[in-house]
């Protein structure tokens, strides 16, 4: 497929999209969308509604509307325009012929501009936006109408309640009001659950055009204002903020979002842009990868580094990263393992606080955790597969449904898939090394490291016969494979775990004794339980490369039908048919969802070359990519084995899994659109971990550097330590140069030579 039926390239930040496809609109909506971590505003048109998929998604609003799924609440929305010129309907609605719409989207400050021309008339439309990263709560957009040939121009705008909402409506109590005096609309909500109070406010400013009469209009769930425009040079021309201000940010939502309102007006558009702006270069200087010799390659790459960030409540130690961000409802706005193995690196290396803010987020949401735990029957932190703001569990029992019978499957996603306990720790452990933050672990990580070890102690099986502890009836990454013993990645996952909670118990035990013993009481954590720990870590099950070096990735896999994903495709009776558990067709072969045991590779490094390879031709041609968490993982271990050319083919279908999405909008009733955050997450690793081969761990900081032929060079920065680096990358050398601020020199190893930047440093390596 080629990427100009979806967009073209403007330059290494901007795409455009000539022509709007109808088909395409969902797609619009999530990529084009403006974000900043607390709101998500898709890429629509003003005069666009629910039917267009148009949504504003809030942060920290969870709401349940339906009696099954906990999601993410939506804003009415402020920006919403229609326009009547001369009598004549004036905007481009999918159902109608009347307009051509050019979009442009800035992945450098997330700006979304609209270019409409009238068919029948000189008209047109144009607009921009932005979601500020100066005040979270703002989106301001300029609005513009040109070549008007008519006198009579009426508008009508304002806060348009009636939105889409994936599983239920979750706004009720509407009432609005217009302040004339400072032209100021607001609209006041609660959800129907927890009643949190939902504010969306709006100021507007006409630059252009006499405004000749004005009408409130309130609607049931929405205020407009009808207004008749006199055109002034042909022109009209206004500036409009939205505000959102929920009960959960403030006490006060209502004052704070007509005050900002009021602000953000005084200040004006460009104001306001310069300020968000200045907050991007700043992100850009520590995120930004730059990637010379194939510009397409370039943009799919701020694309998803974009993504990434604009997905994240960097603000909030709260909050968790939604595995669609805040594009759209889909996934609950919630967060599932892909945030600390996904989403969570690229911040680490960079924006290190706001990693910390993630783990935060967990150590927060301990509570949920044990009882999570604790209704399942275990102890300690069993952390929920999908979690939300209290980290109890949002996973459904129910999750698919069997579309030929019609009936619900009982997925075990949220009882059985424990592995993303054991992978908090091994973030906690890997944000330990690349900090120094010791501190953090003292303070926060040690509890949850005990509390999933606690849990880990309470799930694993001792098997007497073999003198050994096993996990049975899991799940591991793979998510066809349900009801599985010792699933390899989990088995590793479990004793590494295990492992860092004994390491940092000792720690602080000997230098930190006071902290412990509080912690201890706190929990009321017991010697017996750490000597159990340190048994458990000694005898786990830890499936080792048989004969052919192959790890088998859970009891019984290699005695499945060996098939592959294309034979499978073949038997589905409806191509909507889920594939796993408990009688999809890829249940009892070895067809897999997702990198599994290559996902155990690109996150332990103690394997050998050899096995990594018969592995990985293994399972390569085994796996279906069912999951967009599974390419970056597979062109990591590519790079690894020098494969440069897979690497990049697994990097191309990657980065564009969302640029170049052909997916349906909806599957069997579903909605399943939305930003792939873990692909735009692990677009940063392909490149950081796979391309540069970096590996922190507890040697230090190496490179084993790998260029793909289609690129010039790559360039990134690092944080390490406290210490900044700059990476450059070409087919031929290796260039680290260390920060004129650092204050420590900087030891690294690129292939097998040992290196020492200092502060100012260049080293110029030739590979
Ligand atoms: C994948 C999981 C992932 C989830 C959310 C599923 O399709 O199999 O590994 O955590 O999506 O992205």
Redesign the pocket.
Known sequence: MDYQDFFRIKDDWNIKIEELKDEQLVHYGSNLLCGNGYLGYRGTLEEWGKDEYQACVITDTYDMADGKWRELSNSPNALFTEVKVGGEKLGDYPEEDLMTTELDFDYKYGVFKRNSKAKNSTAEIVSERFASYDNLHLIANKYQLNNLEEDEVEIKLGIKGDIWDLNGSHLENFSGEYDSQKNILYLKANTVEKNIDLITALSFDFKKGEIESLKVENEEKSIYLLLKIKPENKLVKFERNMLVYSSNDLENPLEKAVEAAAEAAAEGYQQLKQEHQHVWDKKWELMDIKVAGNQLDQLAVHFNLYHNIIATPAHSEFLPIG?RGLSCQA?QGAA???QEIFNLPMFLFTETETAKNILKYRYHTLDGARKKAKDLGYDGAFYAWISGKSGQELCPSFFFKDVISGRKIRNHFNDWQIHVSPDISYTIWKYYIATDDLDFVVDYGSEILFEVARFLHSRVHYNQYKDQYEIIRLLG?D?YHENVDNNAFTNYQTRYALKKALYFYYKMENEYPEKLKNLKEKIDLQESEVTAWQEIAEKIYLPEPDENMLIEQFDGYFDLEDTTAEVLEERLIDKQEYWGWPNGVAVFTQVI??ADVIQLFTMHDIFSEEVLAANYDYYEPRTQH????SPSQYAIVAARLGRAEEAYDYFETSAFIDLMSTNKAVSGGTFIGGV?T?AAGGIWQLIVNGFAGMKVNRKGLSFMPILPEEWDSVEFNLNYKANKLKIKLSSDSFTVKASASNKNLVAFKVEDQHYKAAAGEEINIKI
Do not use: T, V
């Open positions: 595995a996934y599932f393992w892909d990454p998510e969802k997702q069912g999951s967009s968490l792939h873990a």
